[in-house]
């Protein structure tokens, strides 16, 4: 039996960590498998490029987040209806919406993008926003991160809401001739897939594509339909042996004689649906073997699905094999949920400061007197018009015995369900009940005790 000493065992114990095996190697350093590495290589603008040109699914999973998550857009709060219809003429102006979600998209298939912010207020691109100088928004301008350039001063300043990122940008877009600096208070930047600060410091202070990871499981999928499709065009194999035909081949003409007679022949079965053979030939037809595809493609699918961090349903339209009736809709209800909270990770901020904007500038909406503006995105699961009606019943129940028993007041109820463009299950109140609500609804002060 092979021995092995205390001193080799408390070296390893000193190395190792996780299970080891010195008899099988397992976890040591003969162990083959602790060889394999794992290395992060930048996605250049061409490979991404090509990818999301040319490959279908590579599109869907860069463009169906940014899609879903800008469709029902955004619902001001607490504003008056002639304000907030100013801000949707303005959202409609500027084309507001689809410039938000097309930074969304290069970012996601390049690792950032920007929105430029044209201001006039007089100042140059290159100086920082005077939220008081502002007369106008122009127009917005979608750059990718292949086309701005941060530039090498970074924003010390930890109560920076820029802290960590670069102060400014170099402009060099294709469109135009133009390399000019711009202070990012003129910028709304997105980013793309998180990387960790020192591979998001080496790639230029931007983050990653979210195809890097993606790509291949992608050309995994891609390949194997692909090669499915070539398998199905060759499933049926016609077979025709022929007697003594290397001596026909060796005969002056015999290669053409040969192939002149496997013409006639597919022109026979093509028009009057027979094979016809001499005696001596043997005719046949093989099917190439399928067993076990169905399983392969299953396990390249599921690959697919587990790397996107996107339901089945979604990424590939139809349940898994073997998934219950109501499956699907529980996948979109969780597939809405993923996308709400996108639009909180990557939308909220980026909204905020356009609004700040836009509300600041003095032909804007609020004439220039801008005070916070609170937001909330639409909600993206729609309940079917039965399912609405019976919620809609529950929660009326529900308030008559609020008010019932004196915890809510008609009007809060009012405000909290139909105070917003869409009825509303959420309930919030604000400190006491007004003294005039409390009388209306015959609420009496409790008596004090002054032995107390």
Not at 65 to 87: K, Q
Not at 198 to 207: A, D, I, Q
Not at 309 to 315: A, E, L, Q, W
Not at 321 to 336: A, C, D, I, P
Request: proline letters at 4%; hydrophobic letters at 35%; a negative charge.
């Amino acid at each position: 039996m092979k021995k092995i000493s205390k001193t080799v065992m408390s070296g390893m114990a000193k190395v190792c960590d996780g299970l080891v095996n010195a008899y099988t190697n397992v976890g040591t350093k003969q162990d083959s498998r602790i060889h394999a590495k794992v290395f992060h290589t930048r996605m250049t603008e061409q490979d991404a490029d090509s990818l999301y040109a040319g490959d279908a699914m590579a599109r869907k999973l860069v463009d169906r987040i940014p899609y879903e998550g800008t469709r029902r857009w955004i619902e001001l709060l607490d504003i008056e209806a002639s304000i907030s219809n100013a801000f949707s003429d303005e959202f409609r102006r500027l084309d507001v919406i689809s410039q938000f979600r097309r930074a969304w998209v290069l970012a996601r298939l390049y690792g950032g993008a920007v929105i430029l912010v044209n201001l006039d207020d007089g100042m140059t691109l290159d100086m920082p926003v005077d939220l008081g100088s502002i007369d106008k928004i122009d127009s917005l301008v979608v750059f990718q991160m292949h086309e701005i350039v941060p530039n090498i001063d970074i924003d010390a300043d930890v109560e920076s809401s820029n802290f960590g990122l670069p102060t400014s940008y170099r402009l060099s877009a294709r469109e135009t001739a133009m390399i000019e600096d711009i202070h990012h208070s003129r910028l709304i930047r997105f980013d793309g897939s998180f990387l960790p600060p020192r591979l998001f410091v080496e790639n230029n202070y931007w983050h990653d594509s979210v195809l890097n990871a993606l790509k291949t499981p992608i050309v995994n999928y891609s390949q194997a339909h692909d090669q499915l499709a070539s398998m199905m065009q060759s499933f049926r194999q016609q077979i025709l042996k022929v007697d003594d035909l290397t001596s026909i081949l060796s005969m002056e003409g015999g290669l053409k004689n040969m192939t002149d007679r496997i013409a006639l022949q597919d022109l026979m079965q093509s028009s009057l649906k027979t094979n016809i053979v001499d005696s001596r030939d043997d005719f046949s037809i093989v099917s190439t073997p399928l067993t076990g595809i169905s399983d392969a493609f299953e396990i390249i699918n599921h690959r697919l699905v587990a790397s996107t961090n996107m339901p089945h349903t979604i990424v590939l339209g139809d349940s898994p094999v073997g998934g219950l009736g109501n499956l699907g809709e529980t996948e979109n209800r969780s597939w809405y949920d993923h996308v709400s909270d996108q639009q909180e990770d990557v939308l909220r901020q980026p909204i905020t400061k356009f609004l700040t904007l836009l509300g600041s500038s003095k032909e804007g909406p609020m004439g220039g007197n801008y005070t916070d503006v609170e937001f909330e995105f639409r909600p993206l699961w729609q309940l079917k018009d039965l399912d609405r009606s019976k919620m809609e019943l529950d929660v009326a129940k529900k308030d008559e015995i609020y008010m019932s028993n004196n915890v809510l007041a008609p009007n809060e109820v009012r405000q909290n369900r139909f105070g917003k463009l869409h009825f509303s299950q959420e309930t919030y109140i604000d400190g006491e009940m007004p003294e005039s609500e409390k009388e209306e609804v015959g609420v009496e002060e409790p008596e004090s005790d002054d032995n107390v």
